[in-house]
């Protein structure tokens, strides 16, 4: 951990004076060892788009989970108009007039846009709903925030952007005057993002606060008056927009622009072990969202794939490990032609997979951690000859539980009683010890605490150093940088940028993933 | 013309218990809390109906307890699958077996009748009569004495129509059916709009259970049903758990019923083998349904897609 | 291509009904099936109780009824033979994460068909006898062939087209027997008695108990040992567990579900097949009282572990013995074994009861 000096904090107050609307002080909140939230303050004021920027895990949606009551922060106050609440539920964040939409909307599909905002409190008489008034408030509601939907819609039936302002228009039915907005953008088109920027003007111009989570620092300048940037747990910056360039704040998301420490040294590239020609994939209905990706692993080399996720990076992988059947184009594995083989083909040629789904795809939770370890040796002689043989499979598990580290109770413990450390450990000792000759592993240390995830890495350049290619699928830039010898920038389906040589520095890495959808546009 | 009204009579009168017993499986469908014990809810439903029916004398106060029974069995179910936590689908396949084996109980052992249950003198469920309008032709014949059942299952198809429709238990149960995140978030709780959503059901097959006892012969045995719960299910599910399909599919099913037993009587196919019909229609159905909707499906990555519990479990 | 561009969530055309996989269900030891059975016997007791004028003579003779004599103790045996292979049916398939809940309905076609072919094939009474429980078999499989196609090509939900096929199985059985192969002396459906060189060798004469019993034990050894001793099991069980697992394993989840649904056709199949040559010795209507549905219980008593089932065979058998003799002493009638299959059912499964140990 860096504790890089940063650019004093701005102790000049926002623009607006007066109480703040919202105020959070010193709100601590922590997972077991992990302070996710360290003595975080933020202020805002009605009529103010504030913008909270910082990486994934900087505590952004902790933070806004305690104030959502999804959430509760261990020390610190919240208050609303000067005066301290307890936020105990989503339910009472509503009541005080906290109201938040999601990423992840939770709309009901088969239901109207009008049914969708009233869901729960609908207008009644007796036992039924009044329809006409749910659609005409709705209708108003529209019209006062200029967010277009048609109260009798199916939701089913909308784009994502319309299944966004449905899920705006439910909180601003419930009189909301606090707005949180998680990541708006990242499911919206370019013409859907710049009308969508005029519409929380226009509620920030009727009195509304509006806290806007984004890693789009551009879409952040277009928006918002006021930044907070969290970095790991803590408040690095809360000052106006204007008074901080895109590159200051790039350094203050990412810390320090410096170059990594080599702590990862280089590998060195021997012949090709994975080759990737015009890949293309289409996802579970029937949309590509790999659009022809070219790519090669060689030996003794890691490679990283870095990129926001839902940038095509999951089918691309599934694609490659024999899990879903690519479009079109080729894979070569060690020179043969292995395109859209089935998996037990390709794990014959020599991949080993690390998924990114551990718990669905990765392991059964309802099995032994044993049977576990041992399902990815039944073609070998290890797990016994032409019978399985329990006292080989027991010393194969112990060995590899040993080697990796795994710590279960006894190699009868079942899955599902792991910590996700361990699960990915005991995913590790299956996959890599085999000697694999191509290592393709999506998101690895995702959700790992800090031991797990160096023990994680530690094994994957150990296994570049043994002669491995490495194919390492992430979304967390500093992961990428340190490890990988090349890094390929994946940007809605295609490789847009490749760092090859020296290790690029996140600060440039990061851009290069956020500029990568503007390029689309 | 006659024979045809004739057919088109026995279809309604084979309608009435799979209408009324899908329709209330259809609210446990629609909110995802399948109910697969509808055949169980029905047969303890005959017996509760024709028992008490026969015991007060009046048939109309049978219903009433079938409906209560069928509503009770179903709470049964609930019980297990939100109280003991059971799985939901087993649950189901232990509560018919259950209702088998407590119906041939208290036959036996209440009732003191050795296998088949026919109390003397029962009043059945009245037959209306239309009067003048039977001289319709067709359709006259066919509606001509049908039972006051017949008319009651109507009413209940329209009612459940307007409920899903028009009502908030309507809102919620389809909320509750697609996302319980969904209906979380907005305050309302799955697991209380599922129990209702499942007595509803037990209602629904209390109705066409008292049909089958208090209809046309005042008997009860074990194999009264002959699978028509399931049948029902089966409508619920072709019918995608909504209203109108619901009716279509009923109406498939009781067209299939109808004419292995009109054909029964014609005596050109074996009458044994007609009694197949329903059920061959039945994954008939399924079978043409599924045929639609793998057009739609065919990208999905895994051929065998892995299925979540009914119910979260926490 | 942004996100966005792609359509919204289209409706999802899952099957209605959703089920989890079973082994998920009874991951708990058999120590919660013993717990379950005695609560169960306990509510039995109160139900003998609350209809019974004898409670103690006919409790006892429920719970001991089996072992009062050579005879009920060979009767035992017999049910149990039919139970345990039933039993192994249901367990096969529950392994493979689905549910076969047609057992019934395929021991039915399979015991015409034995009594059939056992009843026609001239041959030596040991021959005709493994050919009659092979047909058996492949009957079942035949019969269970069906639902498997529709749920692998068309994932059309195999609760309800293996029910269905039950109704299917019982009328056309009747159909069969009345139309082809009747006994027209009797005044039953039934067909004419094979003759005893047909019959499983017996045992404790008079009793029903035969080398089907053997048969069975076999069974379950193989199981035991394909479970736990072959790749082809451990290949099996991941299958049925968690297919997103298998798929990514290079494990053909679809060719191991077809085997372990053909599996348990042919063993319920079998089952038929020895419940005729065994026991009753010609095909009647109703020779079967609910095997099929007895299994799936058995097997969920013995937890779906092949020697576990064995056990609980034995145990249910028991049971249905015990309620025999209940019947005679008392008037307690035998659908007690159907009450208590349900509220067992429900015990063994039960996530709730029980959790504090269970965790």
Not at chain 1, 288 to 310: K, Q
Not at chain 3, 51 to 68: N, R, S
Not at chain 3, 198 to 217: D, E, K, M, Q, T
Not at chain 3, 324 to 342: H, R, W
Request: charged letters at 15%; a neutral charge.
């Amino acid at each position: 951990m860096s504790n890089s000096p940063v650019l004093p904090e701005a102790s000049s107050d926002p623009p607006a004076s007066g109480t703040p609307l919202l105020q959070l002080r010193g709100i601590v909140k922590r997972f077991g060892s992990m302070t996710a939230v360290d003595h975080v303050d933020l202020e805002v004021r009605a009529g103010e788009i504030h913008s909270l920027l910082g990486e994934n895990g900087a505590g952004k949606s902790t933070l806004m989970n305690c104030l959502f009551g999804l959430l509760q922060p261990e020390e610190g106050e919240i208050l609303i108009d000067g005066r301290p609440v307890e936020i105990s539920s989503p339910k009472r964040a509503l009541e005080l007039g906290i109201g938040m939409v999601h990423q992840h909307f939770k709309l009901v599909p088969s239901l109207t846009v009008a049914q969708n905002v009233f869901l729960g409190r609908e207008p009644h008489s007796g036992p039924f709903v009044r329809t006409a008034d749910a659609e005409r408030e709705v209708a108003r509601l529209s019209e006062q925030y200029g967010l277009e939907v048609r109260p009798r819609d199916k939701v089913r039936s909308l784009s994502v952007g319309a299944q966004q302002r449905v899920e705006i228009l439910r909180a601003l039915a419930q009189n909301v005057r606090v707005l949180v907005l998680d990541e708006p953008t990242a499911v919206l088109t370019p013409a859907e993002t710049d009308r969508f920027f005029e519409v929380i003007h226009g509620f920030a111009a009727q009195g509304l606060a509006v806290i806007l989570i984004s890693h789009h620092l551009d879409e952040v300048r277009q928006a918002a008056d006021v930044v907070t940037v969290l970095r790991r747990g803590r408040r690095v910056a809360h000052q106006p927009i204007g008074s901080v360039t895109n590159r200051e704040l790039a350094t203050l998301i990412i810390g320090e622009e410096r170059p990594v420490a080599s702590e990862v040294s280089f590998g060195h590239p021997g012949e090709v072990r994975l080759q990737v020609d015009d890949l293309r994939v289409r996802d579970g209905h029937g949309v590509e969202v790999v659009h022809g990706v070219s790519l090669a692993v060689h030996a003794g080399e890691i490679v990283g794939v870095l990129g926001i996720a839902g940038n095509g990076q999951t089918e691309l992988v599934e694609a490659l490990t024999g899990i879903r059947r690519p479009a079109g184009g080729n894979v070569r594995i060690g020179g043969a032609e292995l395109t859209g083989a089935h998996a037990s083909a390709l794990r014959n040629a020599g991949l080993a997979h690390v998924p990114e789904d551990r718990n669905g795809r990765g392991l059964a939770a309802y099995w032994s951690v044993q049977n576990n370890i041992d399902v990815g040796y039944l073609d070998t002689e290890e797990v016994g000859g032409r019978l399985l043989s329990a006292q080989r499979m027991g010393i194969l598990a112990r060995r590899l539980m040993k080697e990796y580290d795994v710590r279960a109770s006894s190699p009868r413990q079942l899955a599902r009683r792991l910590s996700g450390g361990n699960a990915q450990k005991m995913v590790l000792s299956r996959e890599l010890s085999r000697d694999p000759g191509i290592v393709v592993c999506a998101e690895p240390t995702r959700g790992l605490d800090i031991a797990a995830t160096e023990f994680v890495r530690e094994r994957l350049v150990e296994q570049r150093d043994r002669g491995a290619g490495v194919l390492l699928v992430s979304s967390e830039i500093e992961e990428v940088i340190r490890m990988a010898d090349r890094v390929l920038v994946i940007s809605s389906g295609r490789i847009v940028r490749e760092f090859a040589g020296e290790r690029p520095t996140e600060a440039e890495v990061g851009r290069a993933m956020l500029e990568g959808r503007d390029d689309e546009r | 013309m006659n024979a045809f009204g004739d057919f088109l009579s026995l279809t309604l009168s084979s309608l009435i218990p799979i209408l009324v017993t899908s329709i209330g499986g259809m609210f446990a469908e629609r909110a995802r809390a399948t109910n697969i014990a509808l055949d169980g809810c029905m047969l303890v439903s005959a017996l509760a109906a024709l028992a008490i029916g026969a015991l007060l004398h009046n048939p109309w106060l049978g219903l009433l307890a079938g409906v209560l029974a069928g509503a009770l069995y179903a709470a049964l179910l609930a019980f297990a699958a939100f109280v003991l936590k059971c799985d939901l689908i087993i649950a189901g396949i232990a509560a018919n077996l259950l209702a088998t084996g407590l119906t041939l109980l208290i036959v036996q052992n209440v009732l003191d009748s050795p296998g088949t249950y026919a109390p003397q003198g029962t009043r059945l469920i009245p037959r209306v009569p239309i009067g003048p309008l039977a001289d319709i032709p067709v359709i006259g014949r066919a509606l001509a004495s049908q039972s006051m059942l017949f008319y009651l299952t109507v009413a209940a198809t329209i009612v459940a129509a307007i409920v899903i429709n028009r009502t908030r238990f309507g809102v919620r149960l389809k909320a509750v059916g697609e996302s319980d995140e969904a209906a979380e978030a907005a305050g309302i709780r799955p697991v209380a709009v599922r129990t209702v959503a499942l007595l509803l059901s037990g209602v629904g097959a209390g109705v066409g259970g008292a049909y089958l006892s208090l209809s046309s012969v005042a008997s009860f045995n074990s194999d009264l049903t002959g699978g028509i719960g399931f049948i029902a299910f089966a409508a619920v599910i072709f019918g995608r758990a909504t209203p109108f399909g619901t009716i279509v599919a009923s109406a498939l099913f009781a067209l299939a019923t109808a004419a292995s037993i009109q054909l029964q009587g014609a005596g050109i196919i074996d009458p044994q083998l007609l009694q197949i019909l329903p059920y061959v229609a039945t994954i008939l159905a399924l079978f043409l349904q599924a045929l639609r909707d793998r057009r739609r499906d065919r990208f999905d990555a895994s051929e065998t897609s892995y299925l979540p519990a009914i119910i979260p479990r926490g | 291509m942004t996100s966005a561009e792609r359509e919204a969530p289209r409706r999802r055309s899952v099957p209605l009904i959703v089920v989890d996989g079973v082994r998920r269900i009874v991951p708990m030891g058999l120590w919660q099936s013993a717990l379950a059975v005695i609560a169960g016997l306990i509510i039995c007791f109160f139900i003998i109780l609350a209809v019974g004028g004898t409670p103690l003579v006919a409790f006892k003779a429920f719970t001991l009824g089996t072992f009062q004599n050579a005879y009920s103790f060979g009767s035992m045996i017999a049910i149990a033979t039919v139970l345990a292979v039933t039993g192994f049916s249901s367990t096969v398939a529950f392994r493979a994460g689905a549910f076969n809940i047609g057992s019934e309905g395929q021991l039915v076609m399979a015991g015409l068909v034995t009594a059939v072919v056992a009843q026609h094939l001239p041959g030596p009474g040991g021959v005709v006898q493994i050919v009659a429980l092979l047909a058996a078999a492949a009957t079942g499989m035949l019969w269970i062939a069906v639902p498997t196609y529709l749920r692998v090509r068309f994932r059309i939900n195999e609760i309800l087209t293996t029910l269905m096929m039950n109704y299917i199985a019982a009328d056309l059985s009747l159909f069969l027997v009345n139309s082809y192969f009747r006994d027209k002396t009797s005044g039953a459906v039934e067909t004419p008695p094979l003759a005893p060189s047909r019959w499983l060798a017996g045992f404790l004469a008079p009793s029903a108990a035969n080398i089907g019993a053997f048969v069975a034990l076999a069974i379950g050894l193989v199981l035991w040992f394909v479970f736990t001793k072959t790749r082809v099991g451990m290949r099996m069980e991941v299958a049925g567990l968690q297919p997103a697992f298998a798929d990514y394993l290079g494990i053909r989840s679809v060719r191991y579900l077809w085997n372990s649904m053909l599996g348990s056709g042919g063993l319920a199949g079998l089952a038929g097949g020895l419940a005729i040559l065994g026991i009753s010795h010609e095909y009647i209507d109703g020779f079967s009282p609910q095997y099929g549905f007895l299994g799936i219980t058995v097997a969920l008593i013995g937890r779906l572990r092949p020697l576990g089932v064995l056990v609980a065979a034995a145990l249910y058998a028991c049971l249905i013995t015990g309620a025999t003799a209940m019947q005679a002493v008392s008037n307690v009638p035998y659908s007690l074994v159907f009450i208590l299959q349900g509220i067992l059912i429900l015990l063994i499964t039960s996530q709730g009861l029980f959790r504090g140990r269970a965790a």
